[in-house]
């Protein structure tokens, strides 16, 4: 799978990941340091100390207004973040329109939209010979049009020729329908099953 088609496999992955990895790495951290101080590695004395450095408390008690003030930006941005991460993860995802005709007296012109053009790949794609079912999605990422595509093929189906079937026709319409080069692609083959035979 090329950089451009890994892109229109799911939104915000790449943001996804780099959060998380970085919470997990933190907290790996924190653990690691936690595990060599309390084993004694950095000396008894540092293992015996309280978990809290009476020197750092009585910082806090002295700076105690300015303290109170930090903790509490601190708490109001982690909540701001994280109310932020969730409406990014939770709103619906940019699916472009079509523009085939653009004209200001029209109030945009002749435009369909990308329902309508997913509606027409899904048919298309159930056209190709061995597809028993076909799901279609245009999205959005990074300003241009991405496709997903989800097929369920019908049993003893020829991959091969299903694959070249689909690259050969079906993709290449939808890049001149959406008017670009290239379209990122996504797309996830299911292999149907033999229908069972009843036993008489």
Do not use: C, Y
């Not at 940019?94 to 790949?121: N, S």
């Not at 959005?140 to 097929?151: E, I, S």
Request: overall charge positive.
């Amino acid at each position: 799978m090329s950089r451009e088609s890994r892109a229109a496999v799911a939104r915000s992955e790449r943001l996804d990941r780099l959060t998380v990895g970085g919470i997990g790495a933190l907290a790996a951290a924190a653990g690691a340091a936690a595990l060599v101080v309390s084993a004694g590695w950095l000396g008894r004395p540092r293992a015996s100390r309280p978990l809290a450095d009476p020197i750092a408390l009585q910082w806090l008690q002295a700076h105690q207004p300015w303290a109170q003030v930090g903790a509490l930006v601190v708490g109001v941005l982690l909540v701001l973040f994280g109310l932020w991460l969730a409406s990014r993860t939770l709103r619906p995802e940019p699916r472009p329109d079509l523009v085939l005709e653009d004209d200001a007296e029209t109030a945009g012109g002749l435009r369909v939209t990308a329902q309508a053009i997913a509606e027409a790949i899904r048919a298309d794609a159930e056209s190709v010979s061995g597809v028993a079912e076909a799901r279609a999605r245009v999205v959005r990422v990074n300003d241009t049009p991405a496709l997903r595509l989800q097929l369920r093929l019908r049993h003893g189906a020829d991959v091969h020729a299903v694959w070249s079937e689909l690259d050969k026709r079906v993709l290449t319409r939808a890049r001149e329908s959406l008017g670009v080069p290239a379209i990122p692609t996504a797309i996830r083959l299911e292999l149907g099953s033999a229908q069972r035979q009843r036993v008489k």
